[in-house]
């Protein structure tokens, strides 16, 4: 992760207690992975694999199992002991160093503000280290829109249109998630952004005035 004023290292959530901590939230539920796959569109070989702690999911992997699963995705990235309020409170105060720093192939990112309940947006601060669309499996899609706005370095979000948009420091962009997108750094170092993700069905509630 880039530097942000704190000097301490992040901690990091390990793929093999991500692991852990999925099966746990999927046998509350009693579901088979079988019954996962189905909910979630995601093939059972990959939960298997990660609930084994073998791989580092995707953003939008992550998602889609967070709705498959009814649990707020940041959740999974939280101290074990960090509490969540039982109602949503005025407002929630974190540092950037309160957060757990998860990576995958393509990028280290940290989900913020798990202790606020019943989130309606997902932000997050990721560091870029990508920087060819052939270094991805595939194009990132997840319902909703999102919001992101570069930190340090530059940044060109390429879209599976053939759109694509380049950022540079403290410049920002609003797009629709569920078109397929990669972000990519293009500086001499890793870039780092600031992201909010929002899923479709709440901007529809807060459209319909919900």
């Known amino acids: 992760m880039a530097s942000t004023g704190n000097t301490s290292p992040p901690e990091i959530v390990g793929k093999e207690e991500m692991g852990t901590r999925l099966r746990a939230e999927r046998k509350a539920r009693k579901m088979t992975l079988q019954a996962l796959s189905k909910a979630s569109g995601i ?64 990028y280290h990112y940290r989900l913020l503000m798990g202790e606020y309940p019943g989130k309606k947006m997902l932000p997050m601060v990721a560091m870029i280290d990508s920087r060819k669309v052939v270094e991805f499996e595939d194009y990132i899609r997840h319902p909703g829109q999102e919001f992101v706005v570069v930190l340090s370095g530059k940044v060109r979000i390429q879209f599976e249109n053939g759109d694509s948009v380049v950022l540079n420091r403290l410049e920002s962009a609003y797009f629709d998630s569920s078109i397929g997108h990669v972000y990519l750094s293009v500086s001499k170092k890793p870039a780092e952004v600031l992201a909010v993700c929002s899923e479709a069905e709440d901007v529809a509630d807060r459209l319909k005035g919900g």
């Open 43 to 106: 093939a059972v070989s990959t939960l298997s694999k990660a609930e084994l702690g073998q791989i580092a999911l995707s953003y939008e992997k992550f998602a889609a199992l967070a709705r498959a699963l009814d649990i707020d995705m940041t959740r999974l990235f939280m101290l074990r002991d960090a509490a969540q309020a039982a109602v949503a409170p005025t407002y929630v105060k974190n540092k950037l160093s309160d957060a757990r720093d998860y990576i995958t192939e393509n």
